[in-house]
């Protein structure tokens, strides 16, 4: 009986560093049209966002707690939203099919990246 829990530990471990090893930088909406974005280190969770046409709520979450960032989503996206350190904000977009750069308006060299609307 020891036996079996113990492989049964190990292959449920070995299939969470699988899907570990599995993800990239981009990530998708999750339901409800929603889409969570960490900023942490001077840096965003992702850089390759990827979200349905339509109404979006994107939930921006500040990690550096002594430090203010800032989504902006450029072409007429209609948002710019500062964000304060170690808080959390929701901001509303209607976004229409396409490709458009957002970046943090405070960090635009290094916190910087890509909506794709489909």
């Known amino acids: 009986m020891r036996s079996l829990l113990r492989s049964a530990v190990l292959v449920a471990a070995a299939a969470g560093m699988l ?6 930088s981009s990530s ?10 960490t900023a942490s280190n001077i840096s965003w969770s992702t850089t390759d966002i990827r979200v349905p046409s339509g109404d ?5 979450k500040n990690n ?3 430090i203010e ?3 902006t989503i450029e072409g ?4 710019n939203k500062d964000v304060e350190g ?3 904000v929701k901001v509303k977009a209607t976004l229409k099919p ?4 957002f970046h943090c308006e405070y960090h635009p060299d290094v916190m910087k990246g890509t909506v794709t609307v489909t």
Do not use: E, I, Q, W
């Open 19 to 24: 899907v570990a090893c599995g993800s990239d």
């Open 64 to 66: 550096d707690k002594s």
């Open 98 to 101: 396409g490709t458009y750069p």
């Open 86 to 88: 170690g808080k959390t």
């Open 56 to 60: 979006v709520t994107f939930v921006v």
């Open 28 to 37: 998708t909406a999750s339901g409800g049209n929603s889409f969570d974005l």
């Open 69 to 71: 960032h800032n989504l």
């Open 76 to 79: 007429g996206a209609g948002v």
